[in-house]
């Protein structure tokens, strides 16, 4: 940091004369006001200036042996900016006259001198020398914010000749700053910059200021965003600019703002996908509550009379499947919002893109990701052998993520860049790490690095407006009845939830890449927890442990939806299950505690009144032994207890059972 000199402090004035009473004489003169050092001679001055940088005044007799005053303030400017007063007798004139011309003093006086004359001048002398300290640190400061600033600076004259810029702009004219010097911006550019600059004259004629956003080519051949703002100097001020020298002159600002561009392009995206989940949400329990009785009505119908008909049964396998796919696809709309089956863990990205390369080399999909995926998208498995994988030979940090959601997210996107390549094409999946996300700050569990793995081909790209669409939910780019449209919904909701970011790129003819962004872990954090090898089971694995339950039978249904609460005291019934109902939390916790054969409560979570986690709540404050199975089409599972045992609807006769039967086992 620079200090300006404090002019509260008493300057230092060196005077230099050989005779002593001169010296003592002007010591006793300037003691006063300022801090004196004294010399005899100009050799011996020279050596105090340098020991002394913050000298402020120079007072030298001109005749002294050996070297004289003007000789020795001539060297004394090439140490010192001090002020310079010479003191001379009147044969010295012509001397004195030499040395205000070369600008070698600032001052002279006769000898003898008159003391209010002299003090005159040393004051001036001194407050000229901080005023130049100062301007020449405002210089300094105003020439290290120029060459630092993240964007190109620059200043015209009256003549639009660019008298200063920094090395950011000059490099967008590709020279350098001595080469753009004197030169007038018309004669640097062409092309867009020179329209840009033909339309910003009539806007800086008549308000003086003149802002556009264009793409221009940058070095690589990459088209870049860039804002260029231009500012007459005179419109930066209340009144008019008196100086005919300042009113023309102008500043050029250029701002390469792509990357901030992109960032709220990818916060719009973000607050789309975060509104679109909200309203999804806000439905999903209505449809599956509407799906789960559907479905289930149709069971108990097959176990009250089957259909005998051939046609009867087959309308009837129809309505089945209808209703199971419409399950599927509200779980799929749902997870790009919220993913329900995440299990994160500390994960080595190389290890499972080595797996995903192995199967996929062999043309052998797993069952997990031909269940996780729709059947037809996993036909012709040996077309997959042609993707080409890209390791790193160095290790890369961990991140924390599901295993199995990265695997099947990026075997979806090779489906992708396949199916966008229909004359066969060149399909890649390489990893790597990157410095930083900009835009993004990670916590301090993650070490700041940012781990990405990229899947591209060379097929038919996709326009500016495709591509600000993709992650819409059923929105497809392919032909009609190939596809969902909830893919790269799902796989944007997957990233987001592990803190990363996904990232598009792609031209029309061009091909696409897309990039997935996980911040990696802090070596400390990683250090302390091994990796685990693949997801958990299934949903009750992570249930608690449940104490002895009574003998009783008694199983309570709580749902608010009738046709749920039918189908679900249906299916036990049938069972063999004495069934109790109940229309809402409270009424569940009342028979709770009217009905103490009760063994099991079945209680949906998303409930008016009082939800099922409170309901819970309360009945445990009755019964802490009681357990308690949830269902739900769509909630916060964050207002339920850990390593609860939950339900997804539309849920199977089979898949209720067997939930309460291990239940009621445990």
């Not at 400017?77 to 070698?104: F, H, M």
Request: proline share 5%.
């Amino acid at each position: 940091m620079i200090t300006l000199p404090d002019l509260k402090q008493r300057p230092i004035v060196l005077v230099v004369d050989d005779e002593p009473e001169i010296l003592v004489a002007l010591t006793d003169l300037l003691e006063g006001a300022y801090h004196v050092l004294s010399a005899s001679s100009g050799e011996q001055g020279l050596a105090l200036l340098r020991e002394n940088p913050d000298v402020a005044v120079i007072i030298s007799d001109q005749r002294m042996p050996g070297m004289t005053g003007d000789v020795f303030l001539a060297q004394a400017r090439d140490i010192s900016g001090a002020g310079a007063i010479l003191l001379t007798g009147y044969a010295d004139i012509s001397a004195v006259e030499a040395a205000l011309n070369r600008g070698q003093i600032s001052f002279f006086a006769y000898k003898p001198w008159d003391d209010e004359t002299l003090l005159s001048m040393v004051g001036q002398a001194a407050a000229r020398y901080f005023l130049e300290k100062e301007l020449e640190c405002e210089q300094l400061l105003l020439r290290g914010l120029l060459e630092n600033l993240p964007f190109g600076l620059a200043f015209k004259d009256q003549n639009g000749c660019f008298i200063r810029l920094n090395q950011q702009m000059a490099r967008e004219f590709g020279r350098s700053v001595a080469e753009c010097l004197g030169q007038k911006e018309e004669d640097l550019v062409n092309g867009p910059r020179q329209e840009s600059l033909e339309e910003a004259q009539q806007a800086l004629e008549t308000s003086g200021r003149d802002q556009q956003v264009l793409q221009l080519p940058g070095p690589d051949g990459q088209n870049r965003w860039h804002d260029l703002t231009r500012v007459r100097l005179d419109s930066l001020r209340n009144a008019p600019v008196r100086s005919g020298l300042l009113s023309d002159y102008s500043i050029l600002i250029d701002r390469d703002v792509t990357d901030l561009l992109g960032l709220e392009q990818r916060l719009r995206q973000a607050q789309k996908m975060q509104a679109i989940g909200t309203l999804a949400g806000g439905i999903a329990h209505d449809f599956n509550n509407l799906l789960t009785a559907i479905q289930g009505s149709l069971e108990l119908v097959q176990d009250l009379e089957p259909p005998r008909e051939p046609g009867v049964a087959r309308l009837y396998q129809n309505a089945m499947e209808a209703a199971r796919r419409g399950g599927t696809l509200t779980r799929k709309l749902l997870d790009f919002s919220r993913p329900r089956h995440l299990v994160c863990q500390r994960v080595e990205v190389q290890d499972v893109i080595q797996n995903l390369q192995g199967f996929m080399k062999q043309g052998k999909v797993p069952e997990d990701i031909r269940d996780a995926l729709d059947s037809a998208l996993v036909e012709g498995s040996g077309r997959f052998s042609s993707v080409q994988f890209v390791l790193p030979e160095e290790p890369l940090p961990p991140v924390w993520t599901d295993p199995v959601q990265l695997e099947l997210a990026v075997f979806s996107l090779c489906i992708n860049a396949i199916d966008a390549q229909p004359e066969g094409g060149k399909t890649s999946v390489s990893v790597r790490q990157v410095a930083r996300l900009l835009g993004r700050h990670v916590g301090k569990d993650h070490a700041g690095a940012w781990v990405v793995v990229q899947v591209s081909d060379r097929g038919v790209g996709m326009t500016e407006e495709m591509r600000a669409r993709i992650f819409d939910p059923f929105f497809t780019t392919k032909d009609m009845g190939q596809g969902t449209g909830l893919g790269l919904s799902m796989i944007y909701g997957f990233i987001s939830h592990c803190g990363g970011e996904v990232r598009v790129e792609s031209t029309p003819g061009g091909g696409t890449s897309v990039e997935l962004w996980f911040p990696a872990m802090d070596a400390q954090l990683s250090a302390s927890i091994p990796p685990t090898a693949g997801a958990s089971g299934n949903a009750t694995a992570n249930m608690r442990t449940l104490a002895a339950t009574p003998q009783g039978r008694a199983i309570l249904v709580v749902d608010d939806e009738p046709g749920v609460r039918a189908v679900t005291a249906g299916f036990l019934s049938r069972a063999g299950y004495e069934v109790l109902e109940s229309a809402s939390g409270a009424e569940a916790v009342e028979t709770v505690r009217n009905r103490p054969d009760i063994a099991l409560v079945v209680m949906d979570v998303m409930m008016p009144g009082m939800n099922g986690g409170e309901a819970a709540q309360r009945i445990h404050a009755e019964r802490a032994e009681l357990p308690v199975l949830f269902v739900t089409g769509y909630a916060d599972l964050g207002i339920l207890p850990q390593g609860v045992a939950v339900l997804h609807k539309p849920y199977t006769r089979d898949a209720l059972l067997g939930d309460v039967k291990a239940m009621l086992a445990a």
